[in-house]
């Protein structure tokens, strides 16, 4: 038997149906043109008869890519096979997707019909979709509840009428991977026919084993594989197409191939998302924002030292530039001193160990710090070599009087002080420092940008100042707790700079 591994996505079907995620078909397209660039073999593009918009999309979709093989979804109902006909005249390649529930819930409770009654109809529905295309593909709903027995004799039948694909859905997510991997095993052993056709897994994730159910289907005979991009799909998902890929490539003992550039994978989950407003999960498998964050001071020193030591995937090789080294309370002295040698910083064992005391009391007061919290921390370094440096400041503001600044300014060494008022705390600030540099007279400031930092009542800031002097534009930048402290210290940063 062939390990090739066909991957059948249903991102733009069985992935849309999520509430509120509906594409139209510009956007189906987009997805559509990056399915093909990502290598899969056949993509399910809608379900013709369900609305004109689904077979606009299913046509459009057959027009705009050529190498994937274009699925339509039916019911076993000679009209949707008539209507997904019609939607894949312009596929390269079609496929008509048909089948009927097999299960004993949807025997007696879905059509009020028998088992026998059941083949027939699936016999009936195959072979009509046989006189539009060559290449068929059946679904037995709900298989992964249907008695294994009657299933085989269901498989038998729609093979010997000419569907080149049997689907085997878990359709509840109610298998665990033993039993999965046994009900394809079964078929593969008892279905006399099997190897004219290929067994395809479609697994939903209501109990979280989508993927394990997969993979335990292709371990046991099952050549194609239904998935989505990041998972999606009604309820819970269906199985995420980057999870069984990585999970092939990882374990390459299992000797598996697709044709899937993994390196795509990370570009295609932010598509999806974004068109689809549906927020990828931060501690997703491969694609999530944490996949490859570290936060602990125990894994960050194993990383930087050796990546394998804490990652059996190579960012790279799923589209992400690198592990992130995420700077927290539990981040040690290996991660610290990484981070600062990125920014530019290169400071003895004895002065990290210095920042290192600061950085935890910095950490415990936010979840996470940023480069310009780093900035701020050694910020004394940054600010050695500059001639003006801010001493002291000191602003009071009292309602109905105009707010008064208090300047300390040590320039080349010799501290300077003034005061002013203003109409606010920080234009009180800039006048006092007006008042100590008589220069600045000759400086126009032309931008003035504040942006929040952290979240909360001790909220660090951003600030971007713009001076203009001699038709030269300078920026100045700085941080703080403080919104006037920031400010002040920006348009130093931009006057040392004139």
């Known amino acids: 038997m062939s390990n090739r591994i066909y991957i059948f996505d249903t991102t733009l079907r069985d992935g849309e149906q999520v509430p509120g995620c509906q594409l139209n078909t510009i956007e189906k397209i987009e997805v559509a043109k990056a399915l093909e660039k990502l290598g899969v073999d056949v993509i399910e593009a809608g379900f013709p008869v369900s609305s004109p918009g689904d077979f606009q999309s299913v046509v459009e979709i057959s027009k705009a890519v050529s190498n994937p093989t274009i699925c339509a979804l039916t019911r076993s109902v000679e009209k949707d ?89 878990d359709t509840t997510g109610y298998c665990l991977p033993h039993q999965y991997g046994e009900k394809i095993a079964y078929l593969m052993n008892n279905v006399p026919n099997i190897d004219k056709t290929i067994l395809s897994t479609h697994c939903h994730n209501d109990l979280g084993l989508a993927t394990a159910n997969t993979l335990a289907g292709i371990s046991n005979g099952a050549r194609q594989v239904e998935v989505t991009i990041n998972g999606i799909g009604e309820r819970a998902g269906n199985t995420s197409l980057e999870e069984v890929v990585m999970a092939i490539k990882c374990h390459q003992d299992l000797a598996f191939e697709n044709n899937i550039d993994s390196k795509q994978l990370n570009g295609i989950s932010k598509l999806v998302s974004t068109l689809m407003n549906m927020p990828v999960q931060a501690n997703k498998a491969i694609v999530g924002k944490n996949a490859f964050a570290h936060s602990s001071g125990i ?27 995420v700077l927290t309370a539990r981040s040690g002295r290996a991660a610290l001193k990484h981070r600062l040698e990125v920014l530019g910083f290169t400071f003895s064992k004895e002065k990290i160990d210095e920042y290192y005391e600061k950085f935890l009391i910095m950490a415990d007061k936010r979840r996470e710090l940023t480069n310009d919290d780093l900035m701020m921390l050694v910020g004394e370094e940054k600010n050695k070599d500059k001639k003006i440096k801010l001493k002291f400041l000191q602003v009071t503001s009292i309602s109905s009087v105009k707010p008064t600044a208090i300047v300390h300014l040590d320039i080349n060494g010799v501290t300077f002080e003034s005061t002013a008022t203003g109409n606010g705390p920080v234009d009180a600030a800039i006048k006092a420092v007006k008042k100590i540099i008589p220069d600045t007279e000759k400086v126009t400031m032309n931008e003035y940008l504040i942006q929040g930092v952290s979240k909360g009542s001790d909220d660090f800031c951003k600030v971007h100042m713009g001076l203009e002097k001699d038709s030269k534009l300078i920026r100045g930048f700085s941080s703080s707790s403080d919104i006037v402290t920031a400010s002040v210290e920006a348009y130093l940063d931009a006057l040392n700079k004139i």
Request: hydrophobic content about 40%; proline content about 2%; charged content about 35%.
């Open 299 to 325: 894994h960050q020193d194993g990383v930087l030292k050796n990546r394998e030591n804490y990652e059996i995937i190579d960012p790279a090789d799923v589209g992400v530039d690198e592990s992130a080294i």
């Open 81 to 169: 096979i008539d209507v997904a006909a019609e939607a894949l005249k312009y596929a390269k390649k079609g496929r008509i997707h048909t089948g009927i529930g097999t299960s004993d819930y949807h025997i007696k409770h879905k059509f009020n019909s028998t088992r026998d009654e059941i083949i027939e109809r699936a016999v009936k529905a195959v072979k009509y979709a046989r006189k539009f295309v060559d290449d068929v593909e059946f679904y037995a709903e709900d298989a992964g509840r249907s008695d294994n027995e009657f299933l085989a004799r269901v498989i038998e039948a729609v093979v010997k009428a000419g569907a080149t694909v049997c689907n085997i859905p």
